[in-house]
């Protein structure tokens, strides 16, 4: 079983800063593309960040120069540095592993975790 385990959201005032982690376990397979989402109520789920296995990174323009995702190949481990937040941060956000295994593609998600970024 593949499991992803999300942690490091929280609360956090307007400029803060925090830091998301998603680490897969289990028979993953060969992982791909690591990305961050996030969901805020009544919008759909949108892309924040995600990155290659080659280090390629790309952004959603809302958080470019504020957010970093960074990835620990080692630990199948994916990361959100997350700066100068704003209220418009807020959202659950689910990480999302693409992974290949025996030839198929799988991918899979996180179970969230709540941002709340408010004075």
């Known amino acids: 079983q593949v499991q992803l385990v999300e942690s490091g959201g929280g609360l956090v005032q307007p400029g803060g800063s925090l830091r998301l982690s998603c680490a897969a376990s289990?028979?993953?397979?060969?992982?791909?593309?690591m990305g961050w989402y996030r969901q805020a109520p009544e919008k759909q789920r949108e892309l924040v960040a995600h990155?290659?296995?080659?280090?390629?990174?790309n952004y959603a323009d809302s958080v470019k120069g504020r957010f970093t995702i960074s990835r620990d190949n080692a630990k199948n481990t994916v990361y959100l540095q997350m700066n100068s937040l704003k209220p418009e941060d807020t959202a659950v956000y689910y990480c999302?592993?693409?992974?290949?295994?025996?030839?198929?593609?799988?991918?899979?998600w996180g179970q969230g975790t709540q941002v709340t970024v408010s004075s």
């Open positions: 289990g028979s993953i397979g060969s992982i791909n593309v």
């Open positions: 990155i290659t296995s080659g280090g390629s990174t």
């Open positions: 999302k592993i693409e992974a290949w295994r025996l030839g198929v593609r799988r991918d899979y």
